[in-house]
């Protein structure tokens, strides 16, 4: 099991860097066409691309949040417990993140369908295809609700085996308590 998760982890990483560059893309971007517009050489749609941009790397992005436990968590209660405490108040927190990020995703498909059934195009000078955005922001979501529940259910077997202190490796807080 930890042999999977190191790999998801990883993974999460490949594609946090691949969202990164996307955003670094963006930017260069948007640099060229704000100096370029008193030139007249304006690209145009930079507005619109980077709003894609946006959502896609964030939807690829909080999956390496989630594998690197930096999602916000208020924890009061939680540092005054004892390890099996701790662990059941991890994985209340993820089964939650599962289900919020599972719903998300199974949301957001719909979205997507109805754009390629109707071959829905954006109502810009770009006329952008909107199934390709779409898609790798689905394809985000989607990814997330999947590194969330393997997480989920890799902390339930922990708790149910006992390894309390495994829970906290893989769902616990980083930082100070």
Same mark, same amino acid.
């Given at each position: 099991?930890?042999?999977?998760?190191?790999?998801?982890?990883?993974?999460?990483?490949?594609?946090?860097?691949?969202?990164?560059?996307?955003?670094?893309?963006?930017?260069? /971007?948007?640099?060229?066409?704000?100096?370029?517009?008193?030139?007249?050489?304006?690209?145009?749609?930079?507005?619109?691309?980077?709003?894609?941009?946006?959502?896609?790397?964030?939807?690829?992005?909080?999956?390496?949040?989630?594998?690197?436990?930096?999602?916000?968590?208020?924890?009061?209660?939680?540092?005054?417990?004892?390890? /099996?405490?701790?662990?059941?108040?991890?994985?209340?927190?993820?089964?939650?993140?599962?289900?919020?990020?599972?719903?998300?995703?199974?949301?957001?498909?719909?979205?997507?369908?109805?754009?390629?059934?109707?071959?829905?195009?954006?109502?810009?000078?770009?006329?952008?295809?909107?199934?390709?955005?779409?898609?790798?922001?689905?394809?985000?979501?989607?990814?997330?609700?999947?590194?969330?529940?393997?997480?989920?259910?890799? /902390?339930?077997?922990?708790?149910?085996?006992?390894?309390?202190?495994?829970?906290?490796?893989?769902?616990?807080?980083?930082?100070?308590?």
């Amino acid at each position: 099991m930890k042999r999977s998760l190191s790999v998801l982890q990883q993974m999460n990483e490949y594609l946090a860097v691949a969202a990164g560059l996307l955003l670094l893309v963006t930017v260069a /971007v948007t640099l060229f066409d704000i100096v370029a517009r008193p030139f007249e050489m304006s690209l145009g749609g930079t507005d619109e691309l980077s709003g894609y941009a946006m959502a896609i790397s964030t939807s690829w992005g909080i999956s390496y949040a989630l594998t690197s436990m930096a999602h916000v968590r208020i924890d009061l209660l939680r540092a005054r417990c004892a390890s /099996v405490g701790q662990a059941m108040f991890d994985a209340v927190a993820i089964l939650a993140l599962a289900g919020v990020a599972t719903a998300i995703a199974y949301r957001s498909w719909p979205v997507l369908a109805k754009t390629i059934k109707n071959g829905a195009t954006a109502n810009t000078t770009l006329e952008t295809p909107l199934w390709i955005p779409q898609t790798l922001w689905f394809a985000g979501w989607a990814w997330f609700a999947i590194s969330a529940v393997l997480i989920a259910a890799s /902390v339930l077997i922990y708790i149910f085996s006992g390894k309390f202190d495994e829970v906290d490796e893989i769902a616990g807080l980083r930082g100070e308590t």
